[in-house]
Structures are given as structure tokens and as C-alpha cells.
């Protein structure tokens, strides 16, 4: 019941920007962590940006200059602002989020289906 839904990816230029976003739904107390990950091809997933429930952040080494990861708690709504884009960012991006349950206290990881993000001239 609990539904990752991504949106924002699609074709960009080279030193473009794109915003990604990432909504939450279904039965949840409340929301956690929540993080970004990617996958170029033939690679394997990596860490992108996490984000605490009090807003604290953490980035890849390579990649902080240039993303911002962020949330909206009212909305349960994830956001990852990518600019100064390379070839090299190309890849499916992922939404993860660690949540409550409503009806238990019990604690799960759910995903989003990605969104792929191309970075190309």
C-alpha cells in the first residue's frame, strides 16, 4: 500500500538542472530517513544524498557541490535539485524512504521505481 512515486527525470543537456521528486503515500506514521540513489549503466547502485527527519544531510564526496537533496514533511515529499550536469550523471535515479507504520510501530525500507535522468547534447 505504501507507494514511492518519482517524477522530474527526463533529457538534458550538458551543464543543464533538473529537480527531481519523490511522493510518498499510504498507511505511514511517519517518515525517517530518505535518500536518493542512482544507477548508470553497467554499474552498480550508488549512494546519492540521505536526508534525516530533522534535516540533516549527507552526499557522495563527488557529487555534493552540485545536488541538493531536500523534503517537504507536510507533503511527504522528497526532492533532489541536480544542476552543472555531465554525461556522467546519467542513470536510473531511485527514492528510498525508512518509515513508521500507522496501525503498528514496526519499522520498513520501501523504494520508488526510478526515473531515469540523461544527460546528453
Known amino acids: 500500500q505504501v507507494q514511492l512515486v518519482e517524477s522530474g527525470g527526463g533529457l538534458v543537456q550538458p551543464g543543464g538542472s533538473l529537480t527531481l521528486s519523490c511522493a510518498v503515500s499510504?498507511?505511514?506514521?511517519?517518515?525517517?530517513?530518505m535518500g536518493w540513489y542512482r544507477r548508470a549503466p553497467g554499474k552498480q547502485r550508488e549512494l546519492v544524498a540521505t536526508i534525516t527527519s530533522g534535516g540533516s544531510t549527507n552526499y557522495a564526496d563527488s557529487l555534493k557541490d552540485r545536488f541538493t537533496i531536500s523534503r517537504d514533511n507536510a507533503k511527504n515529499t522528497l526532492y533532489l535539485q541536480m544542476n552543472s550536469l555531465n554525461d556522467e550523471d546519467t542513470a536510473v535515479y531511485y527514492c528510498?524512504?525508512?518509515?513508521?507504520?500507522?496501525?503498528?510501530?514496526?519499522?520498513?525500507?520501501?523504494w520508488g521505481q526510478g526515473t531515469q535522468v540523461t544527460v546528453s547534447s
Open positions: 499510504g498507511g505511514i506514521f511517519s517518515i525517517n530517513a
Open positions: 528510498k524512504a525508512d518509515w513508521t507504520g500507522r496501525v503498528s510501530s514496526n519499522r520498513f525500507t520501501s
